[in-house]
């Protein structure tokens, strides 16, 4: 079983966009906070996750905390939270701020984003990739700030790399499933990042990813996300990965600080938010769905995660809600 396929699977992804951005040095351009444009790509988005693909020359990015990370090309950043940045080459004049153009790009225009001062060009492809919050708790979670990876090491990155680029010269073209099949390879090029950096990941590191990597551990997490509302208990879990109750609860506990049963509540309170915000059933219906044979016990667990009962969470406002949550 793979758990990062599982999860991947139960997390909605709710679109994808690129665009070229054409720069000749001197230049510089900034990328303000994902988070507050996230609704913008796609209804139900709420989370914004940004490429930058670069094709020809170089760059240096700078994040608000000093990190810098170079790029030449074939490298790809992908910055998983939105954080905001700068691109940059030489001694720009001005920082130009792409906050006005993402609204278009977002809703789908495509043209070339062309700034500088007519020197050496440098070409990219960007891109943002969306998906629903619940990610913030698995793939997302304890990633750093960026990840770069480069796509010219072997053939399968090549191949995705020249896809990408093909997709994105169509610009205009009209022909049939262009959108989707965009939405599709910023998925691959998201999915490739993640399985490239977790493969880098050092053996003592911990987190959801190393915890999805480790054989005990990512099978169980595997089994919780295909069957979310099956009545799993620590032998059935246990059972699962091939291993003992006291060893898959000691390995939970040191990748992610807390229980296999723990895990399994955290998420099916995720589920069920989001089964309370996107459809009709009743408050019972969706305790079933997810797992719960009592309505009044899932109740509490609900209030315990989110701070307000599920009828009243249904009215509230997503955000407001899910700040309750994590505050």
Sequence with gaps: ???????????????????RAVCTSPWAFAIPPLRDYAHLLSPGTERLVSYHLMTEGDALVRFGDGEEEPMTAGDVLIVPHGDPHVVSKGRAAEIVETGPNLDRFLAGDLSTLQLGGGGEATRFVCGF????????????????????????????????EQSI???????????????????????ALFIEALRR?????????????????????????????????????????A???????????????????ESPLSYLAMWRMQLAARRLQTARDSVLQVALE??????????RAFKREFGLPPAKYRKA?????????SG
Excluded at 239 to 257: D, I, K, N
Excluded at 290 to 299: C, L, M, Q, R
């Design 1 to 19: 079983m793979d758990a990062l396929s599982e999860a991947l699977g139960s997390v909605r992804m709710t679109g994808a966009i690129f665009y």
């Design 129 to 160: 990739f969306g998906c629903e919050r619940h990610a913030d708790r698995l793939f997302l979670s304890g990633l750093p700030t960026v990840i770069k990876i480069s796509l010219r090491d072997d053939v399968a990155g090549q191949w995705l």
């Design 165 to 187: 680029r093909h997709l994105v010269t169509e610009a205009g073209s009209g022909r049939p499933g262009r959108s989707a099949l965009l939405s599709k390879m910023a998925e």
């Design 197 to 237: 950096y977790m493969e880098r990941l050092p053996p003592e590191q911990v987190g959801w990813l190393a915890a999805a990597r480790d054989e005990v551990v990512g099978a169980a997490i595997a089994a919780i996300h295909r069957a979310p509302a099956r009545q799993w208990t620590l032998d059935s879990l």
């Design 239 to 257: 059972a699962e990965s091939a291993t003992s109750r006291s060893v898959l609860t000691e390995r939970f506990a040191r990748f992610l600080g």
């Design 290 to 299: 997810v797992g719960y044979e009592s309505e009044a016990g899932f109740i």
């Design 317 to 325: 406002d997503p955000s407001a809600a899910q700040s309750r949550s």
